[in-house]
């Protein structure tokens, strides 16, 4: 929805081509995925929800493409885009309803971000992301890449990874496909689920219990541990 609503609006303010979306829509979640590949579970154990945290920062370059800002003006817009981007856990954790805003507050963020970098002559901090105050040292908990949590097991991220390998390695390609109009966490479950049951000539009526067990990082995002 985030991406959506950002990128569909401004092609048709911009009147671009469909080529022109799947660039933008390429560019942005590739930004989106390289800045949070291993910075995710630190992010959440900080507090932050990583979606709105994460998705402005991609969405308002996939905006600013499309928008045909150049380089130093999409430097711009991703400096202003770390500055609005936010996102909390809290609300989620005690079942209460600011989580349902946060997607559109990131795509509207993103869009502000893009178009300010275009009208305005802001001057970017081009450290906004690794630098002493920046995105990582906010929303990661330092800014040497040094991680509280881990999916992969390694305690270090070095910030410099972000680029490493643009245009040859697609971080883009590892991403999920949401079937089910349900959180990530809970796609795998149906998929297995449905497999055991068309697999095994299992009917809901044979089934009275099913108990789910999840790598306890899951836990730290909002989550069934809430």
Same mark, same amino acid.
Request: proline fraction near 5%.
């Given at each position: ?67 045909? *800002? ?11 885009? @770390?500055?609005? %981007? =936010? +996102? $909390?856990? /809290? ?55 040094? *991680? ?11 910030? @410099?990874?972000? %680029? =490493? +390998? $643009?245009? /040859? ?58």
């Amino acid at each position: 929805m985030l991406f959506r609503s950002a990128i569909m609006a401004n092609a048709d303010l911009e009147g671009r081509t469909g080529k022109d979306i799947i660039v933008a829509v390429a560019a942005g979640y590739e930004f989106m995925f390289r800045l949070c590949d291993e910075f995710i579970p630190s992010t959440a154990a900080r507090g932050f929800r990583p979606s709105p945290i994460y998705g402005t920062m991609g969405a308002t370059l996939a905006s600013g493409l499309l928008m045909g *800002l150049d380089e130093d003006r999409l430097v711009a817009a991703i400096a202003l885009a @770390a500055n609005f %981007t =936010s +996102g $909390l856990n /809290e609300g989620p954790r005690v079942g209460s309803g600011e989580m349902s805003l946060h997607e559109p507050q990131a795509a509207r963020n993103a869009v502000f971000a893009a178009q300010m970098a275009r009208i305005s002559r802001v001057r970017p901090a081009e450290s906004v992301i690794e630098g002493e105050s920046g995105f990582y040292a906010v929303f990661a908990g330092n800014h040497r890449g040094d *991680l509280s949590y881990s999916f992969t097991g390694s305690r270090h991220c070095d910030p @410099a990874s972000v %680029t =490493s +390998g $643009l245009g /040859e390695r697609w971080l883009l390609l590892d991403a999920m496909f949401r079937m089910y109009p349900m959180a990530g966490y809970n796609q795998p479950v149906v998929d297995l689920v449905a497999e055991m049951l068309s697999g095994n000539g299992i009917t809901h009526a044979d089934i009275e219990r099913l108990d789910v067990r999840m790598n306890w990082i899951e836990t730290l995002y909002p989550s069934p541990a809430f």
